[in-house]
């Protein structure tokens, strides 16, 4: 698992927040509470940890390309920093960042560190930096880290750890993308960060899948949805299946029907439900092995019927057990989502985002009491789902009034 805990101080929404994380962590709260933020913070950990925080490194985790002042938060009655801070662990690794965000010089780090359990191995501050082994003066817009790599001052298990944090991206998917007439901007391997490869990774799932002899992980997808038959990709776009109006990529998405008639059974992604791609996405990005171990899912479940959400969450649930090298966090709106989430399981994670009365925003574990049992659970809260207790108003994350 690649972050275990992770502290964001004035950035954004975000004053001051401690957050402990396991594989499968799902936030949920009001629109504009800080779940977006909190996803985005990690983002800029990302950036760090890969040597620097920029326009290109921010666009290629997904995250708002704002103007620099917008990273820092800006509240009545606090004074406001010229900085936001970033602490995380990771492995054995523990990472703290300054970063100075203004319209003149963007991002630069005004402070640093990176210890390990034997202690620290190396960082920066107004003194200047502190490398072993370093002969030339670093720019403020290099991270220590990146450095430190190239000095060769990371066992291989830290350069793992590092490199998961490093492939960290947000997925936000869009449906005229993922339908194939739409361009993704991002080069986000292997699907893209808003679906515009889905067609080649999917071949390159389903290749791999026949590599491995009994492998149906695939299967899944039909179980969900059972109304097809296959699924697979084509460059061979048929004028009988595609409209000569639409201009869609050289690879395409191709479905068989099995209630449709012998003769005619076939469809592109264009004319698919967009649940089903939205499903299928999620599907390659836990099976492709190029994949980040690292990422999250920004309301992909908004495409999606209320019971599809749960089931969908079961299957990822099912797969994550056999992945402990994966690590999701997921925002959603859909309370359905929340009834997989097993709250006696330390792998799974709830969290309510919500904003203060100051408007700063609080992340809050929803964890059993002390000494409560799931039997225990049942009879307080009277046999109800997760997305019943949410609905009900008990852990928050409600709008006003509702």
């Known amino acids: 698992m690649a972050l275990s805990q992770v502290r964001i101080k004035s950035f954004k929404s975000i004053v001051d927040q ?63 920093s010229n900085t936001f801070s970033l602490d995380a662990t990771f492995g054995d690794l523990s990472y703290h960042a300054n970063i100075n965000a203004n319209k003149e010089a963007e991002f630069n780090f005004s402070a640093e560190s990176i210890s390990n359990t034997n202690g620290k191995l190396g960082g920066r501050s107004n003194a200047g930096v502190t490398i072993s082994g370093l002969e030339k003066k670093l720019s403020p817009q290099q991270s220590v880290v990146a450095t430190l790599e190239v000095l060769g001052n990371f066992s291989d298990d830290e350069q793992m750890e590092l490199k998961a944090l490093k492939q960290y991206a947000i997925y936000a998917l869009s449906t005229p993308i993922l339908r194939g007439v739409s361009p993704d901007g991002s080069n986000k391997e292997p699907l893209g960060l ?10 390159e799932v389903i290749n791999e899948s026949a590599k491995v002899q009994g492998n149906n992980d695939l299967q899944r ?89 749960r089931e969908m969450m079961e299957y990822i649930i099912e797969l994550l057990k056999d992945m402990p090298e994966k690590q999701i966090l997921m925002t959603t709106h859909n309370p359905t989502t929340l009834d997989a989430v097993d709250l006696f399981n330390d792998q799974h994670r709830l969290f309510v985002v919500q904003r203060n009365q100051q408007g700063h925003t609080e992340i809050k574990r929803i964890e059993p009491p002390p000494g409560f049992t799931r039997e225990s659970w049942v009879e307080k809260y009277q046999g109800m789902r997760l997305s019943e207790i949410w609905l009900s108003g008990l852990i928050g994350g409600l709008a006003k009034g509702f």
């Not at 808003?194 to 071949?203: E, N, Q």
């Open 194 to 203: 808003y679906g515009g490869s889905l067609a080649s990774a999917l071949a």
């Open 18 to 80: 401690t957050i402990d994380l396991r594989q499968l962590n799902v936030f949920i709260g009001t629109n504009g509470a800080g779940k977006s933020n909190f996803l985005e913070a990690v983002g800029v950990l990302s950036c760090a940890v890969d040597g620097r925080v920029d326009y290109s490194k921010l666009a290629d985790r997904g995250i708002r390309l704002s103007a620099p002042e917008v990273f820092k938060s800006s509240f009545k009655n606090i004074t406001r």
């Open 221 to 309: 997808f039909f179980k969900l949805l059972d109304w097809f038959k296959l699924i697979g990709t084509t460059d061979d776009i048929s004028a009988e299946l595609q409209s000569n109006h639409l201009h869609t990529g050289k690879n395409v998405v191709r479905f068989v029907d099995k209630y449709m008639g012998l003769k005619f059974n076939k469809l592109y992604a264009y004319d698919v439900s967009e649940g089903a791609l939205y499903i299928l996405f999620i599907l390659v990005l836990l099976l492709h092995k190029k994949a980040p171990p690292l990422f999250a899912l920004d309301n992909v479940d908004s495409a999606l019927n209320p019971g599809m959400v």
